[in-house]
């Protein structure tokens, strides 16, 4: 079992974070898989000729899920946590952990922390619970949208490497790689003991020399407005993950997903 961090040493603020924060709070052992976005869009092998839109960030993000779900296979890892460097973990991360994967089916990922910016539908019908929290099914594999934290069993490892590599989608599109096939099911944790501390995104939604991007890095500059957009980050971000319901109907993705037995990725053909 292995612990993968995405994160990088430029980004000195998150990397001396969340390298701190998770050797406080876990002892299993920890890899760090970042890779630098910039550099990456000078290897025109890293992404598909219509992936030209995705940002720096977004794609050095999907680059190390990437490299840790090939290290996944290397090590002959039957599952593994992945985290990004804005996560706050639980005290009791490891115990957390470890009861979940107790839980992982094959070609599976179960996120630890799943905030939706629409009213997110999960199904209580084979719901797993462990102390005050359950594992549950997302009626549409587009709820879950994030990737700060969560649990990748190796089949679904080996299948999201082959879809996405070269990069044709972000690393938190479940959605797309539910639909080709490359992950066999979905669940989530509710309620969630994950949460996210509000740094400034490096993932470069807006254009490095953007006049709206250099207003917010001069915003970001003075101490106290630091402060006051990192509480509206983690305001917005504590909103969002209480933005679900819950229903007594099953979810279709509990099924087998009938794509993933025989998914055949064409890169010629990228997917958003």
Known sequence: MRLFIVTLPKFEERYSYITQHAAAVSSLQS???????????HDKTCFTHQEMCLSAGQLGCALGHLTAYRRMQELGLEWAVMIEDDAVLP??????????SRFIREGEVISLYS????????????????????ILAPMKARYVRTTLSYIIERSAARQILKFNMPVRTVADNFAAFYE??????????????FKMIGFESTIGYLPRDGLIRKISRRLNDLPMTRRLLKFRREIMHRRRINNFVEVQDPSPLMDVNPVYSDATYDSSSPRN
Request: aromatic letters at 8%.
């Open 31 to 41: 890899e760090i898989v970042g890779v630098d976005g910039s550099e990456a869009l």
């Open 91 to 100: 005290f009791d991360f490891d115990k957390v952990v470890f009861e979940i």
């Open 115 to 134: 905030p939706s910016i629409e009213k997110a539908v999960y199904s209580s019908v084979g719901a797993v619970t462990i102390g005050d929290m359950r």
């Open 180 to 193: 080709a096939g490359a992950l066999n099911h979905i669940r989530v944790l509710q309620p969630s003991p």
